[in-house]
């Protein structure tokens, strides 16, 4: 089973390593093959402090592509929503104008993830609770980087163990069973090829196990010369410049093997750079395309 | 202006930048270089590599600052002068010392420490790093061990979030929400109206009467601590504040960190921060001059041709990426108003022991 098959997919692995790009790159690929896909970005903000400042945008279901939509999942819109769904209008409002309730909310056991994992479900769900929407086929999350996102896979249990009743607790129990459900949900793990982000990929196997769908391998640069050759380029180093940037080529590729015999990637991304210095989807979804 | 210039008379190094641009390890070869010119250093890091921690010695326990034995640094070309000391920070601990420190008698922070919403907030892995990197920072400044601290922030747009949360932590202490918490059907929760009443009733239907108590028992404990943490908060801003602290923004040129250093330049500048310089990593520099396949037609007839067009395609792809690297560094320069980045090249592997840091440190004080 491809992991595009499944309804809901998580994106994570270290900072920096381009999950934002691979999460697009899957929401492409799945659009392309006819599925009605979103690719829902998580604004994770940390606790207290945003409890404290109170929130800020990133919240429209907007259409980039034929059949491919973007979201950002904003954690105090989340609640917002959520509240307006279980509560009458006006308590609804009072509540989520309420600085007590926002020094609750962030104080509670993963309550905020919980909200925030609650949303991607729903955005997952054959009938959407926002009025007028159209579900998904697939929902691409483009998780926070490795700890935050395996708490907002944790979410359901971390606040089944503070709250074991009330609505709350009876949705997260929903949840807990959609995300513990291989069939429904999965995880896609990215790395490039250097010593930390693999680091965060292996912890990523060690507690997922199973769960852990895909690896991807991002930024791969290329590694065309043999050892052979690398020798025959060596001793003219000196004198001719590009030899000597062959050499160094050669060298780091060399590096990034090693880290990529450690990843063990289902799937190697090239580096693949635009003018802009953003990554060329269209090149990164040709490649998954092929593969996942 | 090089680097060391530029942080001359600064006591307190902050910096800032998004993940995966290499900050600690700018960091920590930072240190390592002003140490070597005198000083005595420390470095808070935040999650080094394991090798990185392990060639400097630096251990998993312990949450303060080890001097890094100077024999570590013969033979890799750094003449240590100076001292410097390094940690990694323990965000979870840090807390639980503040904690203590602040708290007004055993039974009091004993009740905190062991209060289960303050062990999910002192150990969340998000929200506490920010907080608790500036506050050992705090600690390290009031101790005077040392002549200069940098400091490695978390790899996270919210990195510079303490900028104002001695304000908001002030704010919320000394607030009525606090007063409400402490009793929530007392004369204060009365004061402010039915709206407050409704909450907490709807919050006990929600979600647990259990919750409620046990956030009533933390926000009363932590009551005890108030005069502590606004002093702290006083404090915090005062160093921050200073003269002699600076912010180094770190980056790589690629299109999401150039968007977070604009970002943290912004930052800086809402909060009226000093920004003592752009240190930009992982540049792809022109390494030959002209043509990429005239450079490899020069080692025509030494190699065999498949072997020079080999060399030749490596040319053109380095030309290219150096190409898009010069014109973020353009940007950089142009958006965070800094005509005189630290350039730091790409280099061949991770930076993993201290030859690795030597490298780094042997860019970083090209200019001076």
């Known amino acids: 089973m491809s992991v595009l098959d499944k309804r809901l997919v998580f994106v994570t692995g270290k900072g920096g390593v381009g999950k934002t790009a691979v999460a697009a790159a899957l929401g492409m690929v799945a659009a392309r093959r006819g599925k009605r896909t979103i690719v829902a970005e998580v604004a994770l903000r940390d606790d207290v402090h945003r409890a404290l400042a109170g929130s800020e945008g990133g919240w429209t279901e907007s259409a980039v592509g034929d059949d491919l939509y973007a979201l950002s999942v904003d954690p105090q819109r989340a609640m917002e929503e959520y509240l307006g769904d279980q509560l009458s209008r006006p308590l609804a409002e009072l509540l989520a104008g309420s600085r007590l309730f926002a020094y609750f909310a962030a104080a509670t056991p993963g309550m905020r993830e919980l909200l925030t994992v609650g949303k991607l479900w729903e955005l997952a769900q054959d009938r959407r609770r926002t009025p007028g929407a159209q579900p998904y086929d697939l929902v691409v999350v483009d998780a926070p980087a490795t700890g935050h996102g395996l708490a907002l896979l944790d979410a359901p249990r971390t606040f089944a163990q503070v709250a074991a009743a009330g609505p709350v607790a009876r949705q997260a129990r929903a949840i807990e069973a959609t995300l513990g459900d291989p069939q429904v949900t999965g995880v896609v793990a990215v790395a490039t090829p250097e010593e930390m982000p693999v680091n965060e990929a292996e912890h990523l196997r060690r507690e997922l196990g199973g769960r852990l769908d895909l690896v991807v391998a991002n930024a791969v640069r290329p590694d065309r010369f043999t050892d052979e050759e690398a020798a025959l380029l060596a001793p003219l180093a000196e004198r001719a410049g590009a030899a000597r940037v062959a050499v160094a080529a050669h060298h780091r590729a060399r590096s990034q093997r090693e880290q990529l015999e450690r990843l063990g990637a289902d799937v190697e991304l090239p580096f693949a750079a635009e003018p802009s210095g953003g990554a060329d989807l269209e090149e990164l979804a040709d490649v998954l395309d092929a593969t996942v | ?368």
């Open chain 2, 1 to 368: 202006m090089g680097i060391a210039e530029r942080l001359e008379g600064k006591r307190v190094v902050i910096c800032a930048g998004s993940g995966g641009v290499g900050k600690t390890t700018t960091s920590a070869a930072l240190a390592m270089g002003l140490a070597a010119q005198g000083a005595k250093v420390a470095v808070i890091t935040i999650d080094p590599a394991r090798r990185l921690a392990d060639s400097l010695g630096l251990e998993e326990l312990g949450n303060e600052p080890r001097l890094v034995d100077a024999s570590r640094f013969a033979g890799h070309g750094i003449e240590m002068q100076g001292e410097l000391w390094a940690m990694m920070l323990d965000a979870k601990r840090t807390f639980d010392e503040l904690i203590e420190r602040l708290a007004p008698d055993e039974k009091t922070r004993d009740e905190v420490l062991a209060n289960r919403i303050y062990q999910e907030l002192s150990g969340a892995v998000a929200g506490s790093q920010e907080f608790t990197a500036i506050a050992k920072l705090f600690e390290l400044d009031r101790s005077e061990e040392f002549d200069v601290l940098v400091l490695d922030t978390p790899p996270s747009r919210n990195a510079l979030d303490f900028l104002d949360a001695p304000d908001r932590l002030t704010g919320f202490l000394e607030g009525r929400a606090l007063k409400v918490f402490l009793a929530p059907t007392g004369l204060a929760a009365k004061v402010m109206g039915r709206g407050t009443s409704v909450v907490f009733s709807v919050l006990r239907r929600v979600t647990g009467v259990d919750l409620l108590q046990d956030l009533s028992v933390f926000f009363r404990a932590l009551g005890g601590l108030v005069d502590g943490f606004r002093e702290r908060a006083t404090g915090v801003k005062r160093l921050l504040a200073d003269p002699a602290t600076t912010f180094l923004i770190v980056t790589s040129p690629e299109r999401e960190p150039i968007e977070e250093a604009i970002f943290f330049r912004g930052k800086l500048r809402e909060a009226g921060m000093p920004f003592g310089g752009l240190v930009v990593n992982r540049v792809q520099l022109d390494l030959v001059e002209g043509d990429a396949d005239e450079a490899a037609a020069a080692l025509d007839g030494d190699l065999p041709d498949e072997l020079r067009e080999k060399v030749a395609e490596t040319l053109r792809e380095l030309q290219v990426l150096a190409e898009r690297d010069r014109a973020g560094l353009t940007r950089l320069m142009t958006a965070l108003d800094e005509p005189d980045p630290t350039v730091v090249p790409l280099l061949e592997g991770d930076v993993h022991d201290v030859d690795g840091l030597a490298q780094v440190h042997h860019h970083l004080f090209a200019d001076d």
